[in-house]
């Protein structure tokens, strides 16, 4: 009867993949946080295709033509309206934002809690910027006419999917800042020097799921 | 710093140990506690649910003569009754109920991960549980769609509850979700990350692996549903057009135009048919436990129904629109999904022989869980044997909207799992309670219950091919269906009144038994899995006391030659399994498969 706890563990290629499987109390090697963010998160990624295929299959059966999303979301400085400049900025911002949680999490493990508290302060403003740009964009829509009920450029489905998934999704951001912000504060008081930092890095996994849901929306409810 | 598992600090998990009688048992931490909150609340609603089938059955086999049903309350006594079985009854009791209490116990862990977020789950529940009792008593009353609140008619006039009654139930059904989303990130982390030294996935009792695929495929079906009721409170409170397209309702139309019913079908069933396996998996790991320690032999072929399991998990993911050959999807999806439909049936039909096989040449020992057991066997072959007619689309056809599917479906995941769930509290109702039930008095409930549930739902078949549509208030003078037809139907509601009585047998069994039964022995059946090794039975508070559990074998190593008991505990190591029989004996040489 042999033990595959006692034995080596392999760290590559299906030999990790077997050992990960057939070892005893545990099959990953990581924290039980970080195993429950990522369960989670593969969760979630099932709730957002489902708003994702429902928003394309309305958009296969309405009858009334889709609307122009580059005219819609569009904003213009002075000159010529720019197509999807806000739409731009916003990502930019959650992309970025994503840049600095990396950086955190980096910092996290090295044990700098200034680095890594400051760093995480950042990407929560990040986010709180690109919510503040979303409401913007909604109160603009809806000051020219757009409700989830009615629209006045073409299809009702249009106002109902906007409001739906870039709500849903700005719940997301939302709760993710303050989750980010929780979590600063904690580093800063030293809750995590003798447990470790991986709270940073399982935060992290959720601030980057987040982008990366937004670039999907991106690309599927603007540019599409 | 190199992260080193928790099983191997030298400091154990942080328990947090109760001091106050609320702490203890009103908002425990303990899964043991939580397991049975899930399951009282589970068993409460329940009840409802019971309550609600003998009302309108009686309008069914009685017509005439019940004047205190009226339509609309049909259809709401219908649409409440098979939500409360399918998701607050069937899913909480297994899911939660058998699995936060026996995940832990079998695993040789202390607890969930994460008992406080588990804590949470249940009073989410909770709360879900009470929004959805509120619809009886809000104005116009619960939703009266069908369970599977199909748009457009749920949100029109001429549905009873149309207004505040789907609106609690989709809120409640939310709230379910993010409720079981709690629950089964414990079950599934606790699995995989939280098991004793020794304990490998393939060392694990079938129980825990029905309810880890079971959770997994509920943490990825369940949000379809989320989704779906979010889109239809959208449609209902603010007039968005998701399902509902152009409709004229009473000469004049709705202010909706451009939606799909046909989303919200695809949404609810592909929620709506991994939720079958949902429920089904735990009772297939239940109860091949059950059958294995009673039958006093190894499960025929673990490492078969593990994987029949995670291929059951995986195909039911691609069969859900066999839900809807009648709906005007695509008709050429109906190919598809019948080949995948007939696909799932070879791992369950796997598993059903390799029950049958676990009996074979067993040392069966008839108590009542094996009374429970084999009846599960009886009506899951014949539920399942039905489904193959109902999975083929062309006899899926004319049958789809009559008896038929009622019988066929009630069957499958009605009687199979409860007769599961009988089997699995009696067995382990000695280490829950520690105390012995009432073994006559079990035994006359299960031939009330197997005889009652199999002449309430066998007449239901001939009803079905006689053309009998389902979801009728009263079948009144149709020339189609003869005058006999609605004998069989009065025959069928006695028999269930039959079998709704006998229950009480059972509850006066377990609640008196709680009181005055014997006091149990912690290992009454002789069973080798780690839950019935705990040093107190009832298991307290941490479940091991100082150290924890090691594992050195399968939880199936039953009658082995040469051993001194026809069991062999999972705690027990080779070199004292050899110390207890002097003789030379052969297992050794020939390792259970499991040994890896």
Request: proline fraction near 5%; charge should be negative.
């Amino acid at each position: 009867m042999s033990d595959a706890a006692t034995g080596e563990i392999s760290q590559e290629g299906m030999e990790s993949l077997v050992d990960d499987f057939s070892s005893d109390r545990q099959a990953y090697h990581v924290p039980w946080g970080k195993a429950m963010m990522w369960i989670f998160l593969v969760s979630d990624t099932f709730i957002f295709s489902c708003f994702l295929v429902g928003y394309l299959h309305a958009r296969v059966t309405t009858t009334q033509p889709w609307p122009p999303q580059s005219e819609i979301f569009a904003l213009s400085f002075g000159g010529d309206p720019i197509p999807l400049i806000l739409i731009a900025i916003m990502t930019f911002v959650l992309i970025t934002s994503s840049g600095t949680m990396a950086m955190a999490v980096n910092y996290g493990y090295r044990g700098d809690k200034v680095k890594t508290f400051w760093l995480i302060c950042v990407t929560a403003v990040f986010g709180a910027t690109f919510v503040g740009m979303q409401m913007f964009e909604w109160s603009k829509l809806i000051a020219e006419g757009v409700r989830p009920w009615t629209n006045p450029f073409g299809a009702t489905q249009f106002g109902s999917v906007f409001f739906m998934v870039t709500g849903f999704h700005g719940l997301h951001v939302t709760g993710g800042v303050i989750y980010l912000i929780w979590v600063a504060l904690r580093v800063r008081r030293g809750h995590y020097d003798n447990k470790g930092f991986e709270i940073v890095e399982i935060v992290g996994l959720y601030w980057h799921f987040v982008d990366l849901v937004w670039v999907f929306i991106f690309a599927f409810f603007y540019l599409l | 710093m190199a992260y080193v598992p928790l099983a191997d600090q030298d400091q154990e998990m942080e328990m947090h140990h109760p001091h106050t009688w609320v702490e203890k048992y009103v908002f425990s931490q303990d899964h043991k506690v939580i397991g049975v909150q899930y399951g009282g609340l589970a068993v409460f609603t329940g009840i409802i649910g019971l309550a609600l089938s003998l009302l309108f059955r009686l309008q069914l086999g009685f017509p005439e003569s019940v004047d205190f049903v009226d339509p609309n309350f049909y259809y709401q006594a219908v649409t409440m009754h098979g939500m409360i079985m399918v998701v607050y009854f069937l899913t909480a009791l297994f899911l939660g109920g058998f699995g936060n209490y026996m995940i832990p116990l079998m695993l040789g862990a202390r607890d969930m991960v994460f008992p406080f977020l588990n804590m949470m789950s249940v009073w989410t529940f909770l709360i879900s549980v009470v929004i959805l009792m509120a619809s009886f008593f809000v104005s116009g009353g619960p939703t009266g769609a069908g369970w599977t609140l199909y748009p457009p008619q749920t949100t029109m006039a001429g549905t009873p509850g149309h207004d505040a009654g789907i609106i609690l139930m989709l809120v409640s059904l939310a709230v379910f979700v993010v409720a079981f989303t709690m629950g089964g990130l414990n079950y599934v982390v606790t699995i995989l990350q939280y098991r004793c030294r020794g304990m490998t996935l393939m060392r694990m009792p079938l129980t825990v692996w029905g309810v880890f695929v079971a959770t997994v495929l509920g943490l990825f079906a369940f949000p379809a549903l989320l989704v779906a009721c979010i889109m239809m409170m959208f449609d209902t409170l603010l007039g968005t057009s998701f399902f509902m397209p152009a409709v004229i309702e009473a000469g004049s139309p709705l202010d909706y135009e451009g939606g799909s019913p046909i989303l919200f079908q695809h949404l609810f069933w592909f929620f709506g048919h991994p939720e079958v396996y949902i429920v089904a998996l735990p009772a297939f790991g239940l109860v091949s436990d059950v059958l294995s320690v009673h039958a006093r032999k190894n499960i025929f072929g673990y490492r078969m129904m593990v994987w029949a399991i995670i291929a059951i998990g995986g195909l039911s993911f691609i069969v859900w629109a066999h839900h809807m050959y009648v709906s005007g999807m695509n008709p050429y999806f109906g190919f598809f999904f019948a080949t995948t439909t007939l696909i799932i049936a070879v791992p369950t039909a796997l598993k059903v022989y390799n029950w049958i096989f676990t009996l074979w040449e067993g040392d069966i020992r008839l108590n009542s869980p094996m009374y429970f057991a084999i009846g599960f066997i009886f009506t899951f072959i014949h539920g399942g044997l039905t489904g193959l007619f109902l999975g083929n689309v062309v006899i899926d056809l004319p049958l789809s909207d009559t008896y038929f599917v009622v019988a066929h479906f009630h069957l499958v995941m009605g009687v199979s799992p409860i007769l599961v769930l009988f089997a699995a509290i009696y067995h382990w109702f000695p280490k829950i309670s520690g105390r012995m039930f009432n073994e006559k008095l079990a035994k006359v409930h299960f031939w009330l219950t197997f005889l009652g549930a199999y002449s309430v739902f066998l007449p239901l078949h001939y009803l079905g091919f006689l053309g009998v549509p389902r979801r009728y208030y009263a079948l009144g003078n149709t020339d189609f269906i003869p005058l006999s037809a609605q004998d069989l139907n009065s025959t069928v509601t006695v028999a269930a009144l039959i079998v709704a009585a006998s229950q009480i047998l059972f509850f006066v069994n377990i609640i008196g038994s709680l009181k005055w039964g014997k006091k149990a022995d912690p290992n009454p059946w002789g069973a080798a899995s780690l839950e019935w090794q705990t040093p107190d039975t009832p298991p307290v508070h941490g479940n091991w006391g100082d150290r924890l559990p090691t594992v050195y074998r399968w939880a199936y190593d039953y009658s082995v030659p040469g051993a001194a008991e026809d069991y062999i505990p999972q705690t027990v190591p080779e070199n004292e399994v050899l110390a207890a029989s002097n003789d030379n004996f052969e297992t050794n040489k020939n390792p259970s498969p499991a040994a890896i």
